[in-house]
């Protein structure tokens, strides 16, 4: 795993998680796991899930939805801790941060991605399905994602577990271990 470029990618991890109807529970081990692996990274990229200005299809049924958790600008706000990490930042108006362009360019030129950040069931599993659909290599870190429910984390882990060519399920020490020290990790 030594010798490509390792981009660590940290989806949502934004306030609204924090204490409104979409309170990811876990959202604060997720974080704590992140905060370890960042210093490890040179290059971290951040997506934000944000209200499309000018939805299409069954987008403009979610805004009329969800569209008023975006009234409150600090809903979008990256967590505080995770703020100081967050230079590179990627607004996304779908599930996949890949519907954000320039993030799938960024993300397809590193040599292999690291996924982190909430909702596992929603973003997180819709970001890694398109990343393996674009032949990136991927790196699932478990510990470092949170979902709403942990049989929706669990579930999201069955798949992943279920492509093992395509995808590596880690820990954020297993990710510490093998990838910054060298010690293989099976």
């Given at each position: 795993m030594v010798g490509m470029e390792n981009l660590l990618v940290v989806i949502d991890?934004?306030?609204?998680?924090?204490g409104s109807e979409w309170q990811v529970p876990e959202i604060r081990k997720a974080e704590k796991h992140i905060l370890e692996l960042l210093p490890h990274f040179e290059d971290a990229v951040f997506t934000q899930?944000?209200?499309?200005?000018?939805?299409?299809?069954?987008?403009?049924?979610?805004?009329?939805?969800?569209?008023?958790?975006?009234?409150?600008p600090a809903n979008i706000e990256i967590l505080d801790r995770l703020k100081p990490y967050a230079r590179e930042v990627y607004w996304k108006t779908t599930y996949s941060a890949f519907g954000n362009p320039d993030f799938a360019a960024r993300a397809e030129a590193a040599g292999r991605i690291f996924i982190t950040g909430v909702q596992t069931e929603f973003c997180v599993l819709a970001t890694l399905l398109d990343a393996v659909d674009r032949g990136i290599e991927t790196v699932y870190v478990a510990d470092a994602c949170a979902g709403e429910k942990p049989m929706l984390e669990q579930a999201v882990e069955e798949i992943v577990r279920r492509m093992p060519s395509q995808v590596d399920f880690r820990t954020a020490g297993q990710v510490i271990e093998e990838v910054f020290h060298g010690k293989a990790v099976h």
């Amino acid at each position: 795993m030594v010798g490509m470029e390792n981009l660590l990618v940290v989806i949502d991890m934004q306030k609204v998680f924090m204490g409104s109807e979409w309170q990811v529970p876990e959202i604060r081990k997720a974080e704590k796991h992140i905060l370890e692996l960042l210093p490890h990274f040179e290059d971290a990229v951040f997506t934000q899930h944000v209200t499309a200005k000018q939805p299409r299809g069954t987008w403009k049924r979610y805004n009329e939805v969800w569209g008023y958790l975006d009234e409150d600008p600090a809903n979008i706000e990256i967590l505080d801790r995770l703020k100081p990490y967050a230079r590179e930042v990627y607004w996304k108006t779908t599930y996949s941060a890949f519907g954000n362009p320039d993030f799938a360019a960024r993300a397809e030129a590193a040599g292999r991605i690291f996924i982190t950040g909430v909702q596992t069931e929603f973003c997180v599993l819709a970001t890694l399905l398109d990343a393996v659909d674009r032949g990136i290599e991927t790196v699932y870190v478990a510990d470092a994602c949170a979902g709403e429910k942990p049989m929706l984390e669990q579930a999201v882990e069955e798949i992943v577990r279920r492509m093992p060519s395509q995808v590596d399920f880690r820990t954020a020490g297993q990710v510490i271990e093998e990838v910054f020290h060298g010690k293989a990790v099976h």
